[in-house]
């Protein structure tokens, strides 16, 4: 019998202790995790702005740094587009008409100054950050096969402030002879006291738990892989 309760109070014992590890650590990341979570270089001048896909703040900022002669093109991200809800379908049916999100995206940056020729798209349908690094790697890669191989060097991702750090690490991983400069809107920038904002607690809590995901090797993947 003493033989069975060595090994299972040894086991209960690690638990204990990976336990207070755990805890420990988790008490030491709360205050710090704005500073985990986001990253913000100091950009220089490159061959291509991308916004991710998810937020219009993104595509407003991309489109000032495209004004300020950071890049001379935009890389826009087919990302998926969810299909209508009722709310859609009964907004239609009242003669409210919004434009889809791509038309809507395209219009956006006309109306900011990029040009029509300054705008390039890639992808279609992805649905996570790591689908939209490998998305515009074979962008890339279709790029550089032409006149321009070799060339391209230099992106700035512009995406939100608590979503940064993963997504750098996302690109730089898919494509590591890429430099990747990372910047971001004001909108969506975590409190330093975020436990005590509501939108900066979700999305610390949030991402915290994707940014674990994707260290764990977690990847979500669409249905159907993206071109």
Do not use: C
């Not at 956006?108 to 100054?113: D, P």
């Amino acid at each position: 019998m003493s033989l069975f309760r060595r090994p299972v109070r040894l086991f209960f014992q690690i638990i204990g202790v990976l336990t207070v590890i755990g805890l420990f650590a988790v008490a030491l990341a709360v205050p710090l995790l704005p500073r985990i979570l986001q990253v913000e270089d100091a950009v220089q001048k490159a061959d291509y702005v991308l916004p991710l896909a998810g937020n219009w703040h993104r595509l407003i900022k991309a489109a000032e740094l495209y004004k300020a002669g950071y890049a001379p093109k935009l890389a826009l991200s087919n990302a998926r587009v969810p299909p209508p809800t009722r709310f859609h379908e009964i907004r239609k049916a009242m003669g409210i008409e919004v434009p889809a999100p791509r038309e809507m995206r395209h219009r956006l940056m006309i109306h900011l100054g990029v040009p029509e020729n300054a705008l390039l798209a890639f992808g279609e349908g992805h649905i996570s950050t790591s689908e939209e690094a490998e998305a515009f790697q074979n962008f890339l890669n279709q790029q550089m096969a032409g006149s321009q191989a070799g060339k391209l060097k230099r992106i700035i991702l512009v995406t939100s402030p608590f979503h940064s750090r993963r997504a750098k690490l996302i690109f730089e991983a898919a494509m590591p002879d890429m430099r990747f400069m990372m910047t971001s809107p004001p909108e969506g920038r975590l409190k330093t006291r975020w436990w005590l904002d509501q939108k900066s607690a979700q999305l610390a809590v949030s991402e915290g738990f994707k940014f674990l995901f994707y260290l764990l090797g977690g990847r979500f993947r669409s249905p159907v892989a993206p071109s």
